[in-house]
């Protein structure tokens, strides 16, 4: 590589800057519009926008904070980075209109539209900022967009797409003019110093401030209670059905059932795959006995002996056999009051649910690229794959056996070929709705292992 290629690569990386900080800062200011729009009815995140507790309320600032951060940041460095390169003034763009026009590398769009994308990321940006700014916080009832008497906006909301190394994404945006507008927007101011220095100042002003420790604690506090909630809940879900499962078979549906069957019942068998295998087990024990009888491994049995042995296995099988029909049926009922149980707990700790949706949240999303393309390409192999079939074939036989259902094999060869289908439509909207939107280096490496 000549040293000419070399310096053309950095100096496309370096004009590339703005374009990648407007990039996080959007990103950023999109998972603060997701929280709204998901947990507090498209309001601002706070305690008076919703009745969810106080944990939830402060796990919730928490995340607020961390995109507000990284938000203002990517600002910066765009503002920094702008004024440095100058890629995006108007008197610019005719020299470099074939690095604007260019969001993926292939020259798609011209330098007016590019324009137009980083003009409506950046109203969107101010927006958000705007709302959780101190102003909005004495006056909440203040427009997101600050407006003077002799401003004209117009506002239309359309879709907009964002295109990231060949990852695209939809978002709605607020397309919204301004007109003869005197007051200086966060996009508008910039600086000249490093974002490094920036950053070094940051964290020097954070860790003197005589609050820095109260703020850690606060976090870390949080972060135990939402970890200490759900852990408490998975438990409880897992625990709960399993011993409202026992408890009433044994002490409620097992004295019914054997109440209403008894033993003067003809009824042995609960259908007729456990009569075959009754049928077959009591030939193979005939077969064994007349074996053992001639090679004289065993004690010399005339006809006679051996029907009595047979006889006798035959009243020893059917005694098992319903007890195993009974047991399918007390089954039946106590999953269903297990089932009850579980839907019970999950509708009176809804909290808890939101709660533990965000634990997840927070593990799976905090997770390396590596790891998150592992864990979907393993889950995905293990239920939809070449090899799932089988287990959803051993899975459904066992589920019949424990609830005394006769295995039909069309049924199971129906369910295998449409719910693994069903489940792998869900897995790749998923990571075309969701995870190409919050991590697409993870959608990328996905791509690349799978290929």
């Known amino acids: ?14 004009s590339d800057t703005p374009e990648r900080a ?17 947990h507090f009815n498209g309001n601002k995140i706070a305690a008076n926008s919703s009745n969810h507790s106080e944990s ?13 951060k990284a938000l203002k940041v990517g600002l910066a460095e765009f503002k920094i980075s702008r004024s440095v390169f100058r890629l995006y003034d108007p008197q610019s763009i005719n020299s470099t209109g074939e690095r604007l026009g260019n969001l993926e ?27 959780y700014s101190e102003k909005a916080k004495v006056e909440p009832s203040v427009s997101l967009i600050p407006l003077s008497s002799n401003k004209s906006v117009a506002s239309t909301l359309k879709p907009v797409t964002t295109n990231n190394r060949g990852n695209s994404s939809k978002s709605w945006q607020t397309n919204t003019q301004y007109q003869n507008d005197p007051l200086e927007t966060v996009a508008d101011k910039t600086g000249v110093v490093p974002r490094s220095i920036l950053r070094t100042v940051g964290r020097l002003q954070r860790e003197l401030d005589p609050k820095a420790e109260e703020e850690v604690v606060k976090k870390f506090r949080t ?9 408490k809940f998975i438990l409880t879900l897992i625990i709960v059905p399993i011993l409202a499962q026992q408890i009433s078979k044994t002490f409620v549906v097992s004295p ?25 087990e009591l030939h193979r024990f005939e077969e064994e006995v007349r074996f053992k009888s001639l090679l004289g491994t065993g004690p010399q049995l005339s006809q006679e002996d051996i029907e009595v042995e047979v006889k006798g296995k035959a009243i020893e099988l059917a005694e098992e056999y319903r007890d195993r029909s009974a047991d399918a049926v007390k089954n039946v009922f106590s999953d269903l009051i297990a089932l009850g149980f579980f839907a019970g707990v999950i509708f009176t700790s809804r909290a808890d649910v939101i709660v533990l949706k965000s634990f997840i949240d927070d593990i799976v999303y905090g997770l390396s690229d590596s790891a998150k393309a592992f864990i979907i390409i393993l889950f995905t192999d293990m239920f939809v794959g070449f090899h799932s079939p089988h287990g959803w074939e051993v899975i ?14 069309q049924f199971i060869f129906l369910f295998i070929a449409t719910f693994p289908v069903i489940l792998d439509s869900v897995i790749k909207y998923w990571i075309f709705r969701y995870l190409n939107r919050i991590s697409p280096s993870a959608v990328a490496t996905y791509r690349n292992m799978n290929e």
């Open 105 to 131: 590398g292939n020259g798609s769009l011209e330098p007016p539209e590019k324009q137009s994308i980083i003009l409506e990321k950046l109203n969107f940006i101010d927006q958000i900022l705007t709302k």
């Open 256 to 280: 019914l059932v054997d109440h209403f069957r008894s033993e003067n019942d003809p009824t042995i068998f609960l259908n007729l795959d456990l009569e075959e295998e009754a049928f077959v």
């Open 22 to 38: 407007l990039e996080r800062a959007y990103k950023a200011a999109l998972m603060i519009k997701a929280i709204e729009d998901e």
């Open 223 to 231: 972060s135990r209670d939402k970890t200490l909630i759900s852990i």
């Open 396 to 409: 459904l036989e066992g589920i019949s056996k424990h609830l005394g259902i006769p295995e039909n094999r």
């Open 1 to 14: 590589m000549t040293l000419r290629s070399i310096f053309r690569i950095a100096n496309r990386w370096f």
């Open 56 to 68: 939830v309320i402060s796990y919730f600032e928490a995340d607020l904070k961390k995109y507000l």
